[in-house]
């Protein structure tokens, strides 16, 4: 993909998970959960390829993740609401500023800035001067209720994201 492609992708994400459960408190991934283990090629909570819709929601049901049914638009859902029958992907998303994992609303806050504007300010030239942004992800690719793939993504802002 190319790199403004990959911003576009990446703040529609963040955009559509910024403006659902607001006022709702998430957990947030370390870094090191975006990383598979070498040698099991699963996730820092345990979930591997092959694994079901129950061993995923056990381990990440209280994080707000994005879903994607039939390779339409990203969705937050509740696993309820999931029809596994057709290929899913779910996407479990983090900002991390100067390494640490960052809550939306409580950066909003602190900055006194808009949800809207979260976006361009992290992204800005004056903003990534100062502090190292990076977004990762885990992309978990499903058919008929299993998983198939685990990608871990990961983009520097401070590289490929500034303005």
């Known amino acids: 993909m190319k790199k403004k492609t990959i911003i576009i992708l990446f703040s529609l994400i963040l955009n559509l998970g910024l403006f659902t459960g607001c006022g709702e408190s998430t957990p947030l991934l370390s870094a090191d959960d975006f990383e598979l283990d070498a040698l099991t090629n699963k996730t820092s909570l345990g979930v591997g390829v092959g694994d079901t819709t129950e061993t995923f929601f056990n381990a990440y049901g209280e994080y707000r993740f994005f879903t994607s049914i039939d390779n339409g638009d990203y969705q ?29 609303d409580a950066f909003c806050e602190e900055n006194n800035i808009e949800k809207a504007e979260l976006i361009s300010y992290l992204s800005s030239a004056d903003y990534l001067n100062l502090h190292t942004v990076e977004y990762r992800y885990l992309a978990f690719t499903w058919e008929n209720g299993t998983i198939t793939d685990i990608r871990p993504m990961y983009m520097n802002y401070n590289e490929d994201g500034a303005n």
Do not use: A, N, R, Y
Request: glycine fraction near 4%; aromatic fraction near 10%.
């Open 76 to 104: 937050v859902l509740v696993p309820e609401e999931i029809s596994f029958d057709s290929p899913v992907t779910i996407l479990l998303p983090t900002f991390f500023i100067d390494g640490l994992p960052m809550e939306p």
